[in-house]
Each structure stands twice: as structure tokens, then as C-alpha cells.
């Protein structure tokens, strides 16, 4: 069975009108399972209208708290953050999966590092917690925040963000870049983009000094970023993204739903010690035929960005159509997307206990 625990909401506070943040109760025998490293999310799971709807939700709590809190945002059209932000009341249980994700970078008390994040809209949520954990983990070094919003009523966590800055006064710097609202300095208005980050880079920040750059928030600022930070002559492994939604433009990379064509193979998966082998003969991915048979496997986005259905193989190859969540040597230790994930070979083994 997949790995998710009922848990309750203790908690709930509105960072914006179209905000809520949901804090869990942990159980004291749950506790280890869902310890997390500050840039996590989880995957929560509820019955909505007689629809099992899952959706990954970023943590924004700071782990040395041991408080577990994700932000929801409300959508237009959006099944589950509708539901959270018009239904959810305290004492209500969600299904709830232990954290994933690898949108962080090792903290050490001894690292006098130089960090720097832009995040748009609720792209704050894991930024926050990856900020105040740096700050509070590693006492030497410095983090900047460029933050871009419509306005200031739209701000997600401002008295938080506010209360750091205050809090860590000479390492913490925090820029709001509002495109609906006017500000003395035309660096903090409109969106963050290529020119914004030119006018930033040796203003606020050396980009050449910088240790690591997080960014997250839509497609369009993200790719602004780290196509500036390239050009500024910034390497890859010091950029860090994060995508909530499987993205449809450049990331996206192919702009038509890709097409398999049928294929014939024996797939066997692990989960939670226990095997089971079933036959392949589809042309829809193998998390896909895993259910068809009966497989309670995790998953959440099945856009290959939130990781929930990360499996390791143990035989045999498979093709993954696109990846947004595993590094290259996450890759070279032989995990997988089994959302995105098609066999190439006559058998293939897939170990989801990782």
C-alpha cells in the first residue's frame, strides 16, 4: 500500500485571502516518518465530490521546529485548494504522504555561505522554510530574498517574512518586486525577469560569490533565472528550481502529449518489502498498468515533477518521457519516475522502497 497516515489539522491561519496555511498533528510513532529537510512537500489525498484527489503541497514550516505546516493556495478551478481553503476546518483528517522532495542543499553550522532566492506568488512557501532553516542552522551566513507579487495584499507570509528580516538584521535582506503596484524604485517594479536580475547582479549580490540559488515560482520567472544566472556565468549545480505544476512551455520541452507505442513486458514492483509481477502489454505508463492490476503505488502530480512515485531499478530499462524532480546523481543510482516510466526491455524491476 502506498504510504499515506491519516492525520489531523490542528492548525489554520490565513497568510492572504486566498491563502491557508494547514499545520498536522504528528504522532509520537509517525514522528521519524515525517521528519523533513526544510524545500520538502508532501502529497496530501482526500475524497473530494467521490474523486480520490491528491495534490503536493510545499512544507513551509521550519523542520527545527518540528512543526509540520504547508501554505494551499486557492486556484481557479482547483479541486483540492478550493476544498482546503472554503471546507477545511480544524479537527478534519487528510491522507497524508511522508515528505518528499529535493529542492534543498546541506546545511553545516561551520558554512559561511552566500544565498540567494527569487520566488513569485505562492512559490514562497518552500523558500521560507529554506531561509529561516539557513539562517538559524549556519549562525555565518547570509541569505537574499527577491520575492515578486501583484500587489502588497497579495504578499504570502509578509509578517513572517518581516519578522526574519527584523530577526536576522545584517543577514537576512528582503526585496518585494510588485507588478501591480507602484514602488519609489523602478528595480521593485513589474515582474522578475532577464533585466530585473541584470540590475540585481552586482547591486545586490556578486553572482560569481553566491554558494546557491533557489528559485520557484511559474514557469516563465523560473526560466528567466536561471537563463540570466547562465549568462552571468553562473554553473548548473549552484541553480536550484522547483515546480509545483508539470510545466507546458520551455521546461516542458515537447509541446504535444508524447505517444508510445504498445509494448509487451514483464514488470515486478517492491513496495514495502512484499513483490508482485504482472503482465505488460500497453502503451501507457507503468504507474499507469501497476493500478490497472491491482498496485496501490504513491503518486501525486503524474507530471514527473513532485518525485511522490520515485522507484529504483532493479532489472531491466526503462524510458522516462521527462524528468523535473531527480537529480543527475539520483539518476546514476538508478531511481526513476514510474509515472514516466516505460519498459525498453522484455522485464523490468521496480523497487518503491527508497
Given at each position: 500500500m502506498a504510504k499515506f497516515h491519516t492525520l489531523k489539522v490542528t492548525e489554520l491561519f490565513r497568510p492572504t485571502e486566498d491563502s491557508i496555511a494547514v499545520t498536522f498533528e504528528i504522532p509520537e510513532n509517525l514522528r521519524e516518518e515525517f521528519a523533513f529537510t526544510q524545500g520538502q512537500h508532501l502529497t496530501l489525498k482526500r475524497d473530494i465530490d467521490g474523486e480520490d484527489t491528491r495534490r503536493s503541497y510545499s512544507i513551509c514550516s521550519c523542520p527545527i521546529d518540528e512543526k509540520l505546516t504547508v501554505a494551499i493556495k486557492k486556484l481557479e478551478g482547483g479541486r483540492f485548494s478550493t476544498w482546503a481553503n472554503d471546507e477545511l476546518k480544524i479537527g478534519d483528517e487528510i491522507e497524508v504522504n511522508p515528505p518528499h522532495g529535493h529542492f534543498y542543499v546541506p546545511l553545516d553550522p561551520e558554512n559561511a555561505n552566500s544565498y540567494v532566492a527569487f520566488a513569485s506568488g505562492s512559490g514562497i512557501t518552500p523558500i521560507i522554510s529554506i531561509i529561516e532553516t539557513t539562517l538559524r542552522t549556519e549562525p555565518e551566513s547570509e541569505f537574499i530574498l527577491f520575492y515578486g507579487n501583484r500587489r502588497t495584499g497579495s504578499i504570502i507570509f509578509q509578517e513572517e517574512l518581516e519578522a526574519l528580516k527584523n530577526r536576522y538584521m545584517g543577514r537576512f535582506s528582503l526585496y518585494h518586486v510588485l507588478s501591480k503596484e507602484?514602488?519609489?524604485?523602478?528595480?521593485?517594479?513589474?515582474?522578475?525577469?532577464?533585466?530585473?536580475?541584470?540590475?540585481?547582479?552586482?547591486?545586490?549580490?556578486?553572482?560569481?560569490?553566491?554558494?546557491?540559488?533557489?528559485?520557484?515560482?511559474?514557469?516563465?520567472?523560473?526560466?528567466?533565472?536561471?537563463?540570466?544566472?547562465?549568462?552571468?556565468?553562473?554553473?548548473?549545480?549552484?541553480?536550484?528550481?522547483?515546480?509545483?505544476?508539470?510545466?507546458?512551455?520551455?521546461?516542458?520541452?515537447?509541446?504535444?502529449?508524447?505517444?508510445?507505442?504498445?509494448?509487451?513486458?514483464?514488470?515486478?514492483?517492491?513496495?514495502?518489502?512484499?513483490?508482485?509481477?504482472?503482465?505488460?502489454?500497453?502503451?501507457?505508463?507503468?504507474?499507469?498498468?501497476?493500478?490497472?492490476?491491482?498496485?496501490?503505488?504513491?503518486?501525486?502530480?503524474?507530471?514527473?515533477?513532485?518525485?511522490?512515485?520515485?522507484?529504483?531499478?532493479?532489472?531491466?530499462?526503462?524510458?522516462?518521457?521527462?524528468?523535473?524532480?531527480?537529480?543527475?546523481?539520483?539518476?546514476?543510482?538508478?531511481?526513476?519516475?514510474?509515472?514516466?516510466?516505460?519498459?525498453?526491455?522484455?522485464?523490468?524491476?521496480?523497487?518503491?522502497?527508497?
Amino acid at each position: 500500500m502506498a504510504k499515506f497516515h491519516t492525520l489531523k489539522v490542528t492548525e489554520l491561519f490565513r497568510p492572504t485571502e486566498d491563502s491557508i496555511a494547514v499545520t498536522f498533528e504528528i504522532p509520537e510513532n509517525l514522528r521519524e516518518e515525517f521528519a523533513f529537510t526544510q524545500g520538502q512537500h508532501l502529497t496530501l489525498k482526500r475524497d473530494i465530490d467521490g474523486e480520490d484527489t491528491r495534490r503536493s503541497y510545499s512544507i513551509c514550516s521550519c523542520p527545527i521546529d518540528e512543526k509540520l505546516t504547508v501554505a494551499i493556495k486557492k486556484l481557479e478551478g482547483g479541486r483540492f485548494s478550493t476544498w482546503a481553503n472554503d471546507e477545511l476546518k480544524i479537527g478534519d483528517e487528510i491522507e497524508v504522504n511522508p515528505p518528499h522532495g529535493h529542492f534543498y542543499v546541506p546545511l553545516d553550522p561551520e558554512n559561511a555561505n552566500s544565498y540567494v532566492a527569487f520566488a513569485s506568488g505562492s512559490g514562497i512557501t518552500p523558500i521560507i522554510s529554506i531561509i529561516e532553516t539557513t539562517l538559524r542552522t549556519e549562525p555565518e551566513s547570509e541569505f537574499i530574498l527577491f520575492y515578486g507579487n501583484r500587489r502588497t495584499g497579495s504578499i504570502i507570509f509578509q509578517e513572517e517574512l518581516e519578522a526574519l528580516k527584523n530577526r536576522y538584521m545584517g543577514r537576512f535582506s528582503l526585496y518585494h518586486v510588485l507588478s501591480k503596484e507602484r514602488q519609489e524604485s523602478d528595480l521593485f517594479n513589474g515582474r522578475i525577469d532577464e533585466k530585473k536580475i541584470q540590475g540585481y547582479a552586482g547591486r545586490f549580490f556578486d553572482p560569481e560569490s553566491v554558494d546557491h540559488y533557489f528559485t520557484c515560482g511559474p514557469e516563465e520567472m523560473m526560466l528567466a533565472v536561471q537563463s540570466e544566472l547562465k549568462n552571468l556565468g553562473v554553473p548548473d549545480e549552484k541553480i536550484h528550481l522547483e515546480l509545483f505544476t508539470s510545466p507546458v512551455g520551455k521546461l516542458g520541452g515537447k509541446e504535444k502529449e508524447v505517444k508510445h507505442e504498445k509494448a509487451h513486458a514483464q514488470i515486478t514492483i517492491v513496495l514495502d518489502g512484499n513483490s508482485m509481477t504482472f503482465p505488460y502489454d500497453s502503451d501507457k505508463s507503468i504507474l499507469d498498468v501497476a493500478f490497472d492490476n491491482g498496485a496501490d503505488l504513491p503518486y501525486a502530480c503524474k507530471g514527473g515533477v513532485c518525485s511522490t512515485c520515485v522507484c529504483r531499478i532493479e532489472e531491466g530499462e526503462v524510458e522516462m518521457d521527462v524528468n523535473y524532480a531527480l537529480e543527475p546523481d539520483e539518476l546514476e543510482r538508478g531511481l526513476r519516475l514510474s509515472c514516466q516510466s516505460y519498459p525498453k526491455t522484455d522485464k523490468v524491476k521496480l523497487n518503491f522502497d527508497v
